[in-house]
């Protein structure tokens, strides 16, 4: 029996008395269960609004690619508990700036940045722990402040306080369809048939990058015949299917961002379809060489610190025949880089290497011969951009380029990893919802699916929690006032401000 | 858009996403022993261990946990996991469960990463397999049989002996005077024995383990933070201070608080005899001692943590989540927490009637719980103490080394 604070505000909508429904109605309806939903959910219900979580996934699956996440990019002037030195607003603005290529927007991204600096206060209230930068990840101990447990323990966190304030969740609830009224939320439609009416609602319910088809679609078919996206893993959630995003895009909903962009990552190709996460990440591509099917190279792997190239290869990767490629290493690059999860193939020799990957051999061997005769003799420094480069190559390897002569050689085949998609819907600083220029009166929406208006393009690590948090509460907060009758009014007071 | 489908492949219970290898060729999950290059070494590893080297293959290449305790930055150390590693790891675990709740790759994910699982069922075998003399080490496979068997066999022997003794089971109030029953000297020999023969069976145990894998030398100060780690049990506090995890992924001091009842208790038992002990030899002082005695003080005291501590820890281990640990193993624990109970119980019942005609009996149940604690001692749960400090003291020492890896930055 629903017994939330909802109750209290009386007689439903007057333009709802006609309709008949079995159901409760409550202030908000929060549809999703990451991030961002859990903090539109715990903000409204703090406001004093009732509020039911509808998440598609089942308990154990619960989340969204929130459980894949490990901390949130956070401005702050001074040292802050795990987080050293200072990272300044106009700093992360600029480093906002540079990743997305100008493909955001000011006043939405200082809206973010200027939250995570206050934010985490209240995410500790709500039981979120944060740690130490882990092993591995101390160059963003500045930037970044790590969820102890990761992002599970987070979500897990978040949604133990949501039930203990009263807020109503129900899994396997997936949502096909939104009830509007002239850009107005009525009711939500589940899978099965059942009407859920709320005063407002959130959308939060993440992107498309799960949908094999629409990826498919995005995608297309390259030169060669091939369709890439067939090819591609799945990084986070299997829930992602973006039925909201395509049915708001199809009542008129704004949209912003491109529809055939995600962010793409070379991940390791021995991954499952789905929910492979930070562990299937090959972190030796920098330290050797990469082939592709036709064992030829067809990029400089050492154009800057992996980090900050993994994005860029998972493209790459994307564009060779078959979507495969391998990063080949020697026995010199073993211990320098973070432990992969998958066994590398192993060989003594080149060409018994070349046999065990089904690359043609000879083509093998003479791409690494050359690439050995090609390295210029430096001082190796896998931690800085060394001078270990190549020389007489088409392609040239710029730093970290040593001979791979000494075995056992390793092979770790790649292929592209699917992050997250950029096509959301497009908001002001309320996180309303628009239907042709005009913003919804009681419509919000928060995380993935609204990540494009502040990231268009790229990504910095932490970057997508601090969206998925700061508008995530904007949106529960918003929702709540306009459950509540308050939103026309706050809406006005800024116009007349302006 | 098939999510009903989405939906019930991911409740499956392999969960079933389709995984695939380089080729496109379905491949199952990362099979047991298959993750660590094959080396030689992995072929050495019993099925438990090899599953324990598994799942740390993946927990390396993800690392989100190494702030929740030992486990995960002594595992940092290191890239592949040899047996010594992973006996000693899994000694290190303390199973507080907050790794596993916050897992992304837990059952129902297809890694079936399951920490505390794994590292549980190899620290039996660990047990197992260190226990001297080595035979007795199968007393742990079937330790709720063992227990049982000890206690019935305690009972028996001091009910016996006490009719024995005095001829029968009732007799004229002594005024607490248990020598009139059982001879202090005879009390001595048997006790004395038996406890002596746990001392040096677990001793060699835990040498024999030690020696499996020293990671350098004992200094004070690794010493001194083992020590504390032990009596603060520094890593059931899950690295935010909240606790452990039991029934669900909401955290609990009680787990912490209940096993600090039941050590402190256990300490202050062993104290009061102690004391008891040097007031006897040392200044001549015969039992029975005044209620308001160093030795009556100390036992009682200790007797009501030794009931508080395992009430709770049973009542916790009947409600614990069947993700965490070896369910295999529960008759161990419980057996060794309800025979601490019994313990305590029957001690504070003798303490309470000592100057009744039922003393006798009171007191041969009461000396043959103990009986029974002795004689399982060094193939029971109590071993987990000793093994676990041991694993601690390594940590301490392991964590003062330099570290070889270099492995820039993911």
């Given at each position: 029996m629903?017994?939330?604070?909802?109750?209290?505000?009386?007689?439903?909508?007057?333009?709802?008395?006609?309709?008949v429904s079995q159901a409760p109605t409550y202030d908000v309806l929060v549809i999703g269960g990451g991030n961002a939903a859990l903090c539109a959910a715990l903000t409204a219900r703090e406001a004093g609004a009732s509020v039911l979580m509808l998440e598609a996934a089942p308990k154990e699956w619960r989340g969204g690619n929130s459980m894949h996440t490990r901390n949130l990019r956070c401005m702050h002037d001074e040292p802050q508990d795990v987080l050293v030195d200072a990272y300044p607003e106009e700093e992360y603005w600029q480093d906002l700036l540079k990743v997305t290529g100008?493909?955001?927007?000011?006043?939405?991204?200082?809206?973010?940045?200027?939250?995570?600096?206050?934010c985490r206060g209240w995410m500790r209230k709500h039981g979120v722990n944060f740690q130490n930068p882990l092993s591995g990840a101390l160059h963003v101990a500045r930037t970044n402040a790590f969820f102890m447990g990761g992002g599970k323990a987070l979500v897990n966190a978040y949604f133990r306080s949501a039930e203990a304030l009263g807020v109503q969740v129900r899994y396997e609830a997936p949502v096909d369809e939104i009830e509007l009224d002239n850009g107005r939320f009525v009711a939500a439609r589940l899978r099965n048939g059942e009407r859920i009416?709320?005063?407002?609602?959130?959308?939060?319910?993440?992107?498309f990058e799960s949908n094999r088809e629409w990826l498919r679609e995005a995608w297309g078919q390259?030169?060669?015949?091939?369709?890439?996206?067939?090819?591609?893993?799945?990084?986070?959630?299997?829930?992602?299917?973006?039925v909201l995003l395509r049915y708001m895009m199809s009542a008129g909903a704004d949209i912003i961002g491109d529809p055939s962009q995600s962010h793409c990552v070379a991940i390791d190709a021995r991954a499952p379809l789905y929910d492979g996460g930070i562990c299937t990440r090959i972190d030796c591509v920098s330290l050797g060489v990469v082939v592709n099917r036709e064992a030829r190279r067809f990029y400089d792997e050492g154009e800057d610190f992996w980090p900050k190239r993994y994005a860029i290869w998972g493209r790459l990767v994307a564009m060779q025949p078959g979507q495969l490629a391998w990063s080949?290493?020697?026995?010199?690059?073993?211990?320098?880089?973070?432990?992969p999860v998958f066994p590398g193939t192993q060989a003594d020799t080149l060409e018994e290497l070349a046999r065990k990957i089904e690359v043609d051999v000879p083509t093998f061997v003479k791409t690494v011969t050359d690439f050995n005769q090609a390295c210029v003799a430096g001082d190796f420094d896998h931690t800085a951009l060394d001078n270990c480069h190549t020389q007489g190559l088409d392609i040239e390897k710029t730093h970290w380029a040593r001979p791979i002569d000494t075995g056992p050689f390793y092979a770790y085949p790649l292929r592209p990893g699917i992050t997250f998609t950029y096509l959301g819907l497009k908001v002001n600083e309320h996180a309303v919802v628009h239907f042709g220029g005009k913003p919804s009166s009681n419509l919000f929406v928060a995380g993935e699916m609204m990540a494009g208006n502040v990231l268009g393009k790229g990504y910095t690590a932490g970057v997508g929690m601090s969206i998925g948090t700061a508008f995530g509460r904007i949106a529960g907060d918003r929702a709540a006032s306009a459950a509540k009758g308050e939103f026309k009014h706050l809406q006005g007071e800024q116009r007349h401000a302006a | 858009m098939q999510l009903d489908a989405l939906i019930k492949e991911a409740t499956s219970p392999q969960g079933a996403a389709e995984v695939r290898d380089a080729s496109g060729m379905p491949v199952p999950p990362p099979p047991p022993g298959t993750m660590c290059n094959g080396s030689a070494a992995q072929s050495l590893l019993t099925a438990d261990e090899a599953e324990v080297s598994r799942i740390l293959q993946i927990c390396n290449a993800c690392r989100y946990c190494e702030g929740f305790c030992a486990v995960f930055p002594a595992m940092t150390h290191r890239l592949e996991f040899n047996k010594a590693d992973i006996n000693y790891m899994a000694n290190l675990c303390h199973n507080c469960g907050d790794c596993l709740h916050a897992c992304q790759y837990a059952p129902p994910h297809d890694f079936q990463v399951n920490v505390p699982q794994a590292?549980?069922?190899?620290?039996?075998?660990?047990?197992?397999?260190?226990?001297?003399?080595?035979?007795?080490?199968a007393l742990y496979k079937r330790n709720g049989l063992a227990v049982s068997l000890a206690l019935a066999a305690g009972l028996a022997l001091f009910l016996v002996l006490a009719v024995a003794m005095t001829g029968s089971l009732r007799h004229e109030p002594l005024a607490g005077d248990f020598y009139a029953i059982f001879p202090h000297n005879l009390l001595v020999a048997m006790f004395g024995v038996v406890f002596m023969f746990a001392i040096l069976a677990l001793g060699v145990g835990v040498v024999r383990f030690w020696r499996q894998s020293v990671p350098g030398p004992r200094t004070g100060a690794a010493i001194a933070e083992a020590a504390s780690n032990v009596l603060t049990l520094k890593y059931m506090d899950g690295g935010h201070g909240k606790g452990c995890n039991n029934e669900d992924d909401a955290f609990t001091l009680w787990r912490r608080r209940f096993h600090h009842f039941t050590f402190y208790g256990f300490m202050l038992c062993f104290a009061a005899t102690s004391v008891a002990t040097l007031y006897h030899y040392?200044?001549?002082?015969?039992?029975?001692?005044?209620?308001s005695s160093l030795p009556v003080v100390l036992g009682t005291l200790g007797g009501i943590g030794l009931l508080i501590g395992p009430a709770g820890l049973f009542w916790l281990n009947l409600r614990r989540h069947p993700l965490h640990g070896d369910m295999a193993q529960r008759p161990m624990d419980l057996g060794f927490i309800g025979l601490l109970f019994f313990i305590s119980l029957t001690g504070l019942v003798l303490l309470a009637f000592r100057d009744t005609s039922w003393m006798g009996v009171l007191l041969a149940v009461h000396l043959g719980t103990v009986m029974a604690l002795f004689l399982t001692m060094p193939y029971g749960k109590f071993a987990h103490g000793i093994y676990r400090s041991a694993a601690l003291l390594k940590w301490n020492i392991?964590?003062?080394?330099?570290?070889?890896?270099?492995l820039g930055a993911d």
């Amino acid at each position: 029996m629903h017994k939330g604070a909802g109750e209290k505000h009386g007689a439903k909508h007057p333009l709802l008395e006609n309709i008949v429904s079995q159901a409760p109605t409550y202030d908000v309806l929060v549809i999703g269960g990451g991030n961002a939903a859990l903090c539109a959910a715990l903000t409204a219900r703090e406001a004093g609004a009732s509020v039911l979580m509808l998440e598609a996934a089942p308990k154990e699956w619960r989340g969204g690619n929130s459980m894949h996440t490990r901390n949130l990019r956070c401005m702050h002037d001074e040292p802050q508990d795990v987080l050293v030195d200072a990272y300044p607003e106009e700093e992360y603005w600029q480093d906002l700036l540079k990743v997305t290529g100008g493909i955001t927007n000011e006043k939405l991204a200082r809206m973010v940045i200027r939250e995570t600096a206050t934010c985490r206060g209240w995410m500790r209230k709500h039981g979120v722990n944060f740690q130490n930068p882990l092993s591995g990840a101390l160059h963003v101990a500045r930037t970044n402040a790590f969820f102890m447990g990761g992002g599970k323990a987070l979500v897990n966190a978040y949604f133990r306080s949501a039930e203990a304030l009263g807020v109503q969740v129900r899994y396997e609830a997936p949502v096909d369809e939104i009830e509007l009224d002239n850009g107005r939320f009525v009711a939500a439609r589940l899978r099965n048939g059942e009407r859920i009416e709320a005063r407002s609602c959130v959308l939060a319910a993440g992107g498309f990058e799960s949908n094999r088809e629409w990826l498919r679609e995005a995608w297309g078919q390259n030169e060669r015949g091939e369709w890439p996206a067939d090819n591609f893993l799945i990084r986070g959630t299997r829930f992602n299917q973006g039925v909201l995003l395509r049915y708001m895009m199809s009542a008129g909903a704004d949209i912003i961002g491109d529809p055939s962009q995600s962010h793409c990552v070379a991940i390791d190709a021995r991954a499952p379809l789905y929910d492979g996460g930070i562990c299937t990440r090959i972190d030796c591509v920098s330290l050797g060489v990469v082939v592709n099917r036709e064992a030829r190279r067809f990029y400089d792997e050492g154009e800057d610190f992996w980090p900050k190239r993994y994005a860029i290869w998972g493209r790459l990767v994307a564009m060779q025949p078959g979507q495969l490629a391998w990063s080949i290493i020697d026995a010199k690059a073993v211990g320098r880089f973070m432990p992969p999860v998958f066994p590398g193939t192993q060989a003594d020799t080149l060409e018994e290497l070349a046999r065990k990957i089904e690359v043609d051999v000879p083509t093998f061997v003479k791409t690494v011969t050359d690439f050995n005769q090609a390295c210029v003799a430096g001082d190796f420094d896998h931690t800085a951009l060394d001078n270990c480069h190549t020389q007489g190559l088409d392609i040239e390897k710029t730093h970290w380029a040593r001979p791979i002569d000494t075995g056992p050689f390793y092979a770790y085949p790649l292929r592209p990893g699917i992050t997250f998609t950029y096509l959301g819907l497009k908001v002001n600083e309320h996180a309303v919802v628009h239907f042709g220029g005009k913003p919804s009166s009681n419509l919000f929406v928060a995380g993935e699916m609204m990540a494009g208006n502040v990231l268009g393009k790229g990504y910095t690590a932490g970057v997508g929690m601090s969206i998925g948090t700061a508008f995530g509460r904007i949106a529960g907060d918003r929702a709540a006032s306009a459950a509540k009758g308050e939103f026309k009014h706050l809406q006005g007071e800024q116009r007349h401000a302006a | 858009m098939q999510l009903d489908a989405l939906i019930k492949e991911a409740t499956s219970p392999q969960g079933a996403a389709e995984v695939r290898d380089a080729s496109g060729m379905p491949v199952p999950p990362p099979p047991p022993g298959t993750m660590c290059n094959g080396s030689a070494a992995q072929s050495l590893l019993t099925a438990d261990e090899a599953e324990v080297s598994r799942i740390l293959q993946i927990c390396n290449a993800c690392r989100y946990c190494e702030g929740f305790c030992a486990v995960f930055p002594a595992m940092t150390h290191r890239l592949e996991f040899n047996k010594a590693d992973i006996n000693y790891m899994a000694n290190l675990c303390h199973n507080c469960g907050d790794c596993l709740h916050a897992c992304q790759y837990a059952p129902p994910h297809d890694f079936q990463v399951n920490v505390p699982q794994a590292m549980a069922k190899v620290r039996a075998q660990t047990y197992q397999e260190f226990a001297w003399p080595q035979p007795l080490g199968a007393l742990y496979k079937r330790n709720g049989l063992a227990v049982s068997l000890a206690l019935a066999a305690g009972l028996a022997l001091f009910l016996v002996l006490a009719v024995a003794m005095t001829g029968s089971l009732r007799h004229e109030p002594l005024a607490g005077d248990f020598y009139a029953i059982f001879p202090h000297n005879l009390l001595v020999a048997m006790f004395g024995v038996v406890f002596m023969f746990a001392i040096l069976a677990l001793g060699v145990g835990v040498v024999r383990f030690w020696r499996q894998s020293v990671p350098g030398p004992r200094t004070g100060a690794a010493i001194a933070e083992a020590a504390s780690n032990v009596l603060t049990l520094k890593y059931m506090d899950g690295g935010h201070g909240k606790g452990c995890n039991n029934e669900d992924d909401a955290f609990t001091l009680w787990r912490r608080r209940f096993h600090h009842f039941t050590f402190y208790g256990f300490m202050l038992c062993f104290a009061a005899t102690s004391v008891a002990t040097l007031y006897h030899y040392l200044f001549g002082w015969s039992a029975p001692y005044d209620y308001s005695s160093l030795p009556v003080v100390l036992g009682t005291l200790g007797g009501i943590g030794l009931l508080i501590g395992p009430a709770g820890l049973f009542w916790l281990n009947l409600r614990r989540h069947p993700l965490h640990g070896d369910m295999a193993q529960r008759p161990m624990d419980l057996g060794f927490i309800g025979l601490l109970f019994f313990i305590s119980l029957t001690g504070l019942v003798l303490l309470a009637f000592r100057d009744t005609s039922w003393m006798g009996v009171l007191l041969a149940v009461h000396l043959g719980t103990v009986m029974a604690l002795f004689l399982t001692m060094p193939y029971g749960k109590f071993a987990h103490g000793i093994y676990r400090s041991a694993a601690l003291l390594k940590w301490n020492i392991e964590k003062r080394q330099p570290l070889n890896l270099n492995l820039g930055a993911d």
